[in-house]
Nanobody
Framework: QVQLVESGGGLVQAGGSLRLSCAAS????????MGWFRQAPGKEREFVAA????????YYADSVKGRFTISRDNAKNTVYLQMNSLKPEDTAVYYC??????????????????WGQGTQVTVSS
């Protein structure tokens, strides 16, 4: 089994920064892609960023490009999401996911096999 645990969420004022962490155990190290998604109340879970296991290629939603950075530390089995210049519309529960299949798809929640419990990010005006 793969276990994912997010941390680092909290309350921050607009323009501030947070760094989220996703600690993985089990077979997560073999995942082709690790992704961050977010879900606001009443809305669908949406793609935020992803990073591949081989090559460390990164992908971002247009809404966060230039503000968020995804990275990974293989030795610590941890994926990070550095969030800068936060906006109130970034408020959501943030989830990390592990995609173990090598398919080229990365932005759809349906292709991810494992999920963490989520961490709340609230950005005030």
């Amino acid at each position: 089994q793969v276990q994912l645990v997010e941390s680092g969420g909290g309350l921050v004022q607009a323009g501030g920064s947070l760094r989220l962490s996703c600690a993985a155990s089990g077979r997560t190290v073999s995942s082709a892609t690790m992704g961050w998604f977010r879900q606001a109340p009443g809305k669908e879970r949406e793609f935020v960023a992803a990073i591949t296991w081989i090559g460390s290629f990164t992908y971002y939603a247009d809404s966060v490009k230039g503000r968020f950075t995804i990275s990974r530390d293989n030795a610590k089995n941890t994926v990070y999401l550095q969030m800068n210049s936060l906006k109130p519309e970034d408020t959501a529960v943030y989830y990390c996911g592990a995609k173990t299949s090598p398919s080229s798809r990365y932005s759809s929640p349906s292709v991810y096999d494992y999920w963490g419990q989520g961490t709340q990010v609230t950005v005030s005006s």
